[in-house]
């Protein structure tokens, strides 16, 4: 803007400058003229003025002209900055939410929408639709200037901080994966109804114990209670190991009886192993695992028991069943 305004002042004193140089040419060769040449005189500063004149014009152009130009260039360019500001920054807020809330929590929600923006304080809602109705995640209230602010619960959130570390066992079986060219990996730990990994269950425990999980899967004794999901009445209790820790997981609870995904139960920031309590029923799985590793390779699975001899299967030829001592 400076710039532009600098160009205008230089064109305005270059068209002062000439009308004025016109101006003293005139009045010299007045004061110079003798009476006998008077009507000589009186035509040349004539001339001279209607030259001053014209110049004079010709410079009023010239900055007109400019000046014209020098708007529309802006207010395009305004426009256009304006344009890509409104289209990325809604952008830019969803996809830094989601990051915040993702790596903090382990989980990754379906939709991520801006609710309200009042110029200043942006609403934005994390959520997902499970069984036709949403289920809120959290509300973010932030500052699209500091990008700082709050969540439902009014904690302090801040969206410029970067994503929070992971956690990222070591994990040996991935070497047999690699080596079957196996997509995932699962081990059935147990029979779990009426224990919850979250609330630190004693009797949970004593099943990774008398199974052996602990000993095979040594990571098992860090897992950190975000990578834990169960359906509504799951009883069994699957260990799950992505081959690829950049994977991105979803699992969904899945109705059997009508044959419809009823939403989201796990959402995996990473492709580190999990634990998923699932299966009400012997008839059928009722969960989807789909896991997508960083080359875009995509597999959808669900585990089970056997009905004919009680070992863990799947319904995919690339998952690796482990088998505990």
Request: aromatic share 8%; with cysteine.
């Amino acid at each position: 803007m400076k710039k532009s305004l600098s160009l205008i002042a230089a064109i305005c004193a270059l068209a002062m400058t000439s009308a004025c140089g016109h101006d003293n040419i005139s009045s010299n060769e007045q004061g110079s003229t003798s009476a006998s040449s008077s009507t000589t005189a009186e035509s040349s500063a004539s001339n001279n003025s209607e030259k001053t004149s014209d110049s004079t014009k010709a410079s009023e152009t010239q900055v007109s002209s400019a000046i014209t130009t020098v708007a529309s260039e802006q207010a395009a360019s305004l426009t256009e900055a304006s344009g890509k500001a409104s289209e990325g920054s809604e952008n830019d807020l969803t996809y830094l939410a989601m990051r915040y809330y993702a790596s903090r929590s382990n989980y990754r929600p379906e939709f991520c929408e801006i609710e309200n923006d009042d110029g200043k304080i942006v609403t934005i809602h994390l959520y997902d639709i499970i069984d036709g109705h949403t289920s809120t995640c959290d509300w973010y209230y932030i500052d699209k200037n500091t990008l700082k602010g709050s969540n439902i619960l009014d904690n302090e959130i801040d969206l410029s901080e970067t994503a929070a570390a992971q956690w990222l066992p070591d994990v040996p079986q991935r070497s047999e994966l690699k080596e079957n060219n196996s997509f995932c990996g699962i081990a059935y730990i147990g029979y779990a109804e009426n224990m919850d990994y979250r609330d630190a269950d004693p009797k949970l425990n004593d099943l990774f114990m008398s199974s052996g999980a602990v000993d095979k899967f040594r990571f098992l004794a860090q897992l950190p209670e975000n990578y834990y999901a169960q359906t509504h009445l799951g009883t069994q209790l699957f260990l799950v190991i992505p081959k690829d820790p950049e994977a991105q997981v979803v699992v969904t609870e899945y109705d059997f009886t009508s044959d419809k995904e009823t939403g989201r139960i796990y959402s995996s920031y990473n492709g580190s192993p999990f634990l998923l309590k699932c299966n009400y029923s012997d008839v059928s799985s009722d969960v989807r695992i789909s896991i997508t590793d960083n080359e875009g390779v995509h597999t959808t699975f669900s585990p089970f028991i056997s009905l004919k001899d009680g070992t863990p299967e799947t319904d995919c030829k690339d998952v690796v069943v482990f088998q505990l001592p």
